[in-house]
């Protein structure tokens, strides 16, 4: 079998175990009145910018922590975090800055007891191996360190939105109406 084939395969074990509750929960945070702001580090910041990018289109407001343009995070507005650990400092200091504010706090990880974990109002599991993470819900994967959990989140990601398409009635027509066009 070759490499790719192995990967979709690890790929369709974790996807498969993601919990509908999780995303549902998840889901119910996203409301076109509120602002969102978008962490991670790493190869999660990658993922959790092509997210929101992704909200943005959809026509939520939407911004990436660490940009210059990111405004300060005010209460009802919503902190959505990236993070396989959960407990990467720079994040766990957001988040807790995020909550004492009066924001909402969401991340996927792998490990919801992680310290964002318990202090977050929705997670989603990711149920991928990673070195610095033990989870009762991983494998051994063929990847290196991260990378089925942070494949994982991006396709999480991706079927948040196809979700969020269908609830708000957005075709990928509507919604390239908000891709840039500077370019």
Known sequence: MNRRMEIIKELDLTLSKVSDAECE???????????YFFAGAGRSGFAIKGFAMRMMHLGYTCFVLGEPTTPSIHENDVLVIAS?????????????????????????????TSKIGK???????????????????SFESIQPMGSLAEQTASLIFDSLVLQLMERDNMTSDEMFKNHANLE
């Open 84 to 112: 396989g650990s959960g407990n990467t400092a720079s994040l766990v200091s957001m988040a807790e800055k995020a909550k004492s504010i009066g924001a909402k706090v969401m991340i996927i990880t792998i490990d919801p």
């Open 119 to 137: 202090i977050a109002d929705a997670y989603i599991q990711v149920p991928a191996p990673s070195p610095k993470v033990q989870s009762e819900l």
């Open 25 to 35: 929960k998840f889901l119910g945070f996203f409301d076109k009145k509120r602002r």
